[in-house]
């Protein structure tokens, strides 16, 4: 009798949130959803703006290569497509991250196994840096520094290379090309692949390098053998992740690179463009009718950078979740 | 005692893993061989110029150490030829990083006097001598439109961080990858979004859009790095709380935010640091003023679009003056992220 006093009766277990916290919580979920409701009215009121023009000009509108707003009155004889804008996007950002993603291995590689502690730390704090260095900067750096070498250089490149379709320039001008341009994207990007690539080596099997070395390889061995191929799907994300920003950069490109209509594959060629700086040139002095054209031309960038983000994100998240 | 000591002879410690004298006197050879060949390449052929010598030495070196250690075999050779790419490769990167900031401090140097900080450019046209007119504007108009612009971001970033750490509710994993997302939107959508309904409801360009525009591209950067934060307090924590019979909100606002103070601070100033550059959105949305603005529904001025206009003038001074504020928005946001650098290793210490 007395012992089953003692023994305590089982507490009722409340599980259910009291007011307070429904109230929290309901109030945080709808901050937090803020975001996806942000991309979504992006996306809407780009539409809405320049869906006229995506039922005037249909498919055309994407691959047209004519910009012509013919006369302001009548919006009939205007003929406006961004196909040209749209390949010149894709040439730069090629030439950014062809030269980028070579450059960004090296530099990680260096940081995690080559350079002294002490240097590699302030490499890495280096890096935050340099990747935060306003694209205006990029931009006037580019203008006034990279753009006469660039010019004195493409001079002989051409002479040279001339055989090879991309590398010849009928016109004899040069300056303000794609491959300048796609340098300056290059500079820019190659902090943020470096920084994600330096990630991935960095966690790297120690055990496998030892194992590596154990049997004699060398540093170049193990590196090859295991910090590459263990990095390789975090590296293809942060190259998607620069691919994302060279695609969307705007007063750099805006500022290297002579905006004309007209797919220009010859990149050491003085013409080119990008949608992003499209938008920013013509938005001064658009009509109306231009504005909406310049909103969709917005959508589409909008959507093709997200679709690359998306990837790069999904690849690098997958990545995490197998170190 | 001390006779077998001495009879014993200890021998020296040998370091095999040092670096020996030959190995430093050998590519101290190596490299210098290499800083001639590239010198006698960029003084004969037409890729002249300082950049055009540390390419060249950039493609020496590989060589040079090829042909030097090809004796040892072939594995030796390869290790030491990719050590020298490597190399070669880093200093491609890094000298232009210098070059950009040895360039801004050079020029932008040149546009400071005295009242450099305190003017604005009301009674100076851009082309006028340097000793009138500054960048006072720009700079408050920055300053307004990165204050308004935390104010509302770091509370929403902060919120969507509580929302997927603490609460983990259903659409956590997804608010996540469309944050990510969102970070990459580009800076000129943002802009053209808020022009395409705040501007066009408003009528014309004003420093809310410019810093509503701000915002999107803060709040990515807020939410991510608060997030990281929150995952560093310990679950022991939050039991504490919750066995003293404390409700989540509580728990939330009086235990896990206090402890990770800092860092949301450290991510604010990140924030802060990624939109204060921004150009392009600005441009669709801010426009540009030449007085020090006291109305936040008129254009207003900003540090990139100082430099923007300016650079477009073509002017020698209008240049120098873009120098000037490219120097001050560059010292802005090195000093932004020292700071937050610093307090994030001292929240990292706790």
Redesign the interface.
Known sequence: MIQDDLVPQHRKLVSS??L??R???R???T??????V??G??GA??L??GFEIFSDFGFSFITGEVWNIGDPMDTSTAVLGIGAMLMGSVITSVIAIVIAV??AI??A??IEY?SPKRLRLILT??L???A???????G??G????LP?IE??S??LERWLDFIPIFSVPSGIFGRSPFLAGVLLA?MV?PIVTSVAREVYSQAPRDLIDASYALG?????A??NVVIPFGRSGLVGGAM?GL??A?????AVY?TLNLVFDINFRILGSAGGNV?SL??TK?GEATEYELKA??AA?LV??LV??L???M??FIV?RSRKIL | MTTILDAVEVPTPKRPWNKKRQTFIRSAILMSISLVFSWLLSSTTELGGVLGFYLGLAVCLPVVVLIESIRHGRNVAIDRVASSVILAMFGVVVIPWISIVTTVYQKGSKAFYWGYLTTDMRFTASGESLEFGGALHAIVGTLVMVLIASLISVPLGITAAIYIVEIKGRFASSVRFFTQAMSGVPSIVAGLFIYSTICIFFGGFSAWAGALAYTILMLPTVARTSEEVLKLVPDELRAASYALGASQARTVFQVVLPTIATGLVTSAILGIARVAGETAPLLLTASYFVATSRNLNEPIASLPIYIFSNLGLGDANATTRAWGGSLVLLIVVFVLFSVARGLSARLSRK
């Open positions: 949130y009291t307070v916290d109230i929290f919580r109030v945080i979920t901050g937090g959803l803020f975001s996806l942000i991309l009215l992006i009121f780009l809405y703006r070579p450059c090296a530099v590689l260096f080559y704090a280096v935050d840096l340099v935060a260095i306003p694209s205006v900067i990029f006037i750096w203008y006034a520094v990279l070498i004195d250089w001079v002989p500079l190659i390889g060398t540093r170049w061995g590196i090859r992740l994302g920003r695609l969307g950069e705007t007063v500022l992003a938008i920013a938005f310049l909103m917005g960038l909008f950078t997200l690359v983000n998306f790069a994100s998240n």
